[in-house]
Nanobody
């Protein structure tokens, strides 16, 4: 069983920055592919960014490319999402997800992840 706990969300003005963290349980965290998703009210959960187990490959949704950075610290079993130049349309609950197997491919679909955190709210005011 993998447990994920997101933190770092909050209220920020447009143009501001936030850094989300997601520590994970599990002795083999270094083997997990990880992803960040978000869900705005009345909308489906959507892919934001993904990273392979090694951290060598990342992939971003077009809407966040160039503004968000996904990184991982395998020594501390934690992934991070640095969010810069935030826009009101980034407002959503952000979820961390884990695919607990080694892969060189970044997964982008909700059904490709086995474990999810409870989410952290990000609100960007205009």
């Amino acid at each position: 069983q993998v447990q994920l706990v997101e933190s770092g969300g909050g209220l920020v003005q447009a143009g501001g920055s936030l850094r989300l963290s997601c520590p994970a349980s599990g002795r083999t965290f270094g083997n997990y592919a990880m992803g960040w998703f978000r869900q705005a009210p009345g909308k489906e959960r959507e892919f934001v960014a993904g990273i392979t187990w090694s951290g060598r490959s990342t992939y971003y949704a077009d809407s966040v490319k160039g503004r968000f950075t996904f990184s991982r610290d395998n020594a501390n079993n934690t992934v991070y999402l640095q969010m810069n130049s935030l826009k009101p349309e980034d407002t959503a609950v952000y979820y961390c997800a884990a695919h607990p197997r080694r892969t060189t491919v970044v997964f982008k679909r909700v059904d490709q992840y086995d474990y999810w955190g409870q989410g952290t709210q990000v609100t960007v005011s205009s």
